[in-house]
């Protein structure tokens, strides 16, 4: 009996990407108008970013429904596999429910981890679970040890414009043009399963140093397990920035700095230009 990972396209990993890994991409519906798109399939960062930049409205995303789970883990059960889904947080998204439901249809061989995340933090779950699965844990195995260590997931990250939390309405006109006139970026976190604002910094380089500052008085970070950065928009120059003035967290303790791109359902609402980084923190 062979373990199935399946992880949702809130995770910004793509079709292929998962292909190549031995796992499955269960994409979410895109919306820019009537146009609708596969994250992960037929719409990838960069042609999102092309789009979001371009359009006056914010894009709308469709919820997983427990039919499209239900249809995906039959395929795996009737293969006689076990499978362990991971899933974007469920207080941003109603798709953990979804799955929920569905996974109660197949007796005990379905496994569903709300992951309390998104983006590059879901990502480095599905990391620790194909390593866990390489290490021949079964799906039980594979869900207990995972919905234990999503405690210690950190994400933080600094926007580069606060045009789109404007946009989406999540703060006033006013607060965004006085932010924007100071180069203020704001600093968000994963806190519970929902993104909240940490802090404020005038320009990136004290940005960087607040995520740092963050992360060194936090309890460090577990390089025995899986971490990442990202960044979203239509090139890395920032990210590469972030890097090198962060060297002091990286230098000595691990030799790559795995990093993605930010996708749709994070980059609807903080736009290009922001980076962020995901750890396990140390117990």
């Not at 979203?232 to 060297?247: A, C, H, P, Q, W």
């Amino acid at each position: 009996m062979a373990v199935k990972i399946i992880i949702d396209s809130a995770s910004d990993i793509t079709v292929s990407e998962a292909r190549e890994r031995g796992a499955e991409l269960i994409s979410m519906e895109i919306m820019f108008g009537s146009e609708v798109y596969l994250d992960g399939d037929t719409l990838d960062s960069r042609k999102f970013f092309e789009k979001l930049i371009e359009c006056d409205d914010l894009p709308k995303t469709s919820q997983i429904n427990e039919y499209r789970w239900e249809e995906i883990f039959s395929k795996h059960v009737a293969n006689g596999d076990e499978v362990v889904a991971i899933v974007i947080s469920s207080k941003l998204s109603g798709t953990y429910a979804s799955a929920q439901r569905a996974a109660k249809k197949f007796d005990g061989k379905v496994f569903v981890l709300d992951s309390l995340n998104a983006c590059i933090g879901e990502r480095i779950l599905f990391d620790y679970a194909l390593r866990l699965k390489e290490e021949g844990k079964s799906a039980k195995e594979i869900f207990t040890v995972l919905d234990c260590a999503k405690k210690q997931v950190r994400v933080l990250a600094l926007l580069g414009t606060l045009k789109y939390l404007k946009k989406g309405g999540r703060i006033s006109p006013f607060v965004a043009f006085v932010g924007e006139t100071l180069n203020m970026k704001p600093v968000v976190g994963v806190i519970n399963g929902e993104v909240k604002l940490i802090g404020k910094a005038i320009g990136s380089k004290k940005g960087n140093n607040y995520i740092n500052t963050l992360i060194k008085n936090g309890k460090g970070v577990d390089f025995t397990k899986p971490f990442a950065c990202g960044y979203s928009g239509l090139d890395d120059t920032v990210m590469r920035k972030y890097i090198e003035d962060s060297k002091n967290i990286w230098e000595g303790q691990t030799d790559f700095i795995p990093v993605h791109e930010i996708g749709s359902t994070i980059g609807t609402h903080v736009g290009p230009g922001a980076v962020a980084v995901a750890f396990f923190e140390k117990e």
